[in-house]
């Protein structure tokens, strides 16, 4: 077994790449793309530490900004290819009555795959330029597997997005709320264990269809060596994943903390049940993002890692060497 598991720094957005080694090839996964001007930053990272500019495997989790746009950079690029793209089609949940409300089912596919459009060029839909410049792309809900990698979708349940589906196009340009993000992360803080519980478990869960919608990725070369990308998903999404998945309970070696360590996407029970080795967070270090609760619970299983408080990626590899240069990474939260 032999994997690389990188975030690298983008502030509130996410990039995660794999590199899965095998005897014969390695294969390059990469996790959401971040902002539209983080794009050369992934296509720069590629070249400079893996010698390539091919990914194998994309997957966008959701349709938000932070998390979709440096695809339409990257698949703009000429010297950059991407074999295969996953990410959750709209389309392929309309009803008749969506499609008689829209006239015809030409006119309901547009308008549900808006959500997939370019912020900067809306003229630009990244479901059209999968089509054109990758050689396979699918849809995919929880239970879809890659036929030769080991990676599995295993959020959201089908019956969970058609339910978010609709929101999403209703609320389709609409700002979301968003708290308060001045102030920066105190590592200085005083948390304990029933404030930390009072911060999260009273808190409401995300209301935002988009990160409802959000896909969660297993990337598991061995059972011992589970990696859940949790994208933005919502406390709702990931409860679901849990009971349909009940193997993954405590058995998770890496975990990718879902929105940026919010506390609106996870629960102290769910953080217990997942009991994750080690956490990673990809976040700008404000108050909100990661928050000191969430931080301060993950914590009680393993050390906690945010991309605010390294100089340019967090790498970690198993079975291969380390990169000359790279410096051991202090945690922003070592294991209590």
Not at 117 to 138: G, K, M, Q
Not at 170 to 183: H, L, P, Q, R, W
Not at 213 to 223: A, F, H, K, Q, R
Request: charged share 30%; glycine share 6%; with cysteine.
């Amino acid at each position: 077994m032999k994997y690389e598991f990188e975030l690298l720094k983008v502030g509130d957005a996410d990039v995660i790449i794999i590199c899965h080694h095998t005897e014969s090839e390695d294969y390059i996964i990469l996790i959401d793309a971040g902002n539209y001007s983080n794009g050369e930053l992934i296509k720069k990272h590629l070249f400079d530490k893996y010698n390539t500019r091919y990914i194998d495997l994309a997957i966008c989790t959701h349709p938000d900004d932070d998390h979709k746009g440096g695809f339409f950079y990257l698949l703009n690029d000429s010297d950059v290819t991407i074999e295969e793209f996953w990410l959750t089609d709209p389309a392929d949940f309309l009803t008749e009555a969506d499609i008689k409300y829209y006239r015809n089912e030409e006119n309901a596919r547009k308008a549900v795959r808006q959500i997939w459009e370019n912020a900067n060029d809306t003229s630009e839909n990244l479901i059209d330029l999968i089509d054109e410049n990758c050689s396979t792309w699918r849809s995919v809900v929880a239970g879809d597997k890659h036929n030769k990698l080991p990676v599995m979708i295993v959020a959201p349940s089908p019956n969970y997005y058609g339910e978010v589906v609709k929101q999403m196009v209703e609320e389709y340009g609409i700002e979301a709320y968003e708290e308060s993000d001045t102030e920066k992360y105190d590592t200085a803080a005083s948390v304990d264990e029933k404030s930390a519980k009072s911060v999260i478990d009273t808190t409401h869960d995300d209301p935002s269809p988009y990160n409802k919608s959000s896909l969660v990725v297993l990337y598991e070369p061995e059972t011992t060596e589970r990696c859940l990308v949790a994208g933005d998903a919502s406390r709702a999404s990931l409860v679901q994943m849990l009971k349909d998945y009940p193997q993954l309970n405590g058995t998770i070696a890496k975990f990718k903390v879902p929105h940026h360590g919010s506390r609106h996407n996870l629960t102290t029970s769910l953080i217990d049940e997942l009991k994750p080795r080690r956490s990673y967070i990809s976040a700008a270090g404000s108050k909100k993002h990661p928050n000191n609760s969430v931080v301060y619970w993950l914590s009680k299983y393993g050390s906690v890692y945010s991309t605010h408080t390294c100089n340019g990626y967090i790498h970690s590899h198993i079975g291969v060497e380390g990169r000359p240069g790279d410096k051991e990474l202090e945690p922003l939260k070592k294991k209590q």
